[in-house]
């Protein structure tokens, strides 16, 4: 059974960093591309970052700049650092991860919030 876990998450100032952390177990099956997702209150789950096999990195336009993500692969295991953190980066943080063959899972989120 595929288990996806996110830590990282917290209570900081505007201004200040956060690093979120993801690990993804349980499928023998290849990882093509592991992401981070956020959702507001009252807000549809929006793309933050993704890395797909072969360095294909995206990012939403409104952290390019701010946050990076990284992957190890050989753990199974993409972190998302935050620097310059708004009161509008407050969300669920929702890591995402699409397996070759297997599909897609998402971890249960871990809450950002961001103080002003």
């Known amino acids: 059974q595929v288990q996806v876990v996110e830590s990282g998450g917290g209570l900081v100032q505007t201004g200040e960093s956060l690093r979120l952390s993801c690990a993804a177990s349980?499928?023998?099956?290849?990882?093509?591309?592991m992401g981070w997702y956020r959702q507001a209150p009252g807000k549809q789950r929006e793309l933050v970052a993704s890395?797909?096999?072969?360095?294909?990195?995206n990012y939403a336009d409104s952290v390019k700049g701010r946050f990076t993500i990284s992957r190890d692969s050989g753990k199974n295991t993409v972190y998302l650092q935050m620097n310059s953190l708004k009161p509008e980066d407050t969300a669920v943080y929702y890591c995402?991860?699409?397996?070759?063959?297997?599909?897609?899972?998402w971890g249960p989120g871990t809450q950002v919030t961001v103080a002003s």
């Open positions: 995402n991860v699409l397996y070759f063959v297997s599909g897609e899972y």
């Open positions: 349980g499928s023998s099956y290849p990882i093509y591309s």
């Open positions: 890395n797909a096999n072969g360095g294909n990195t």
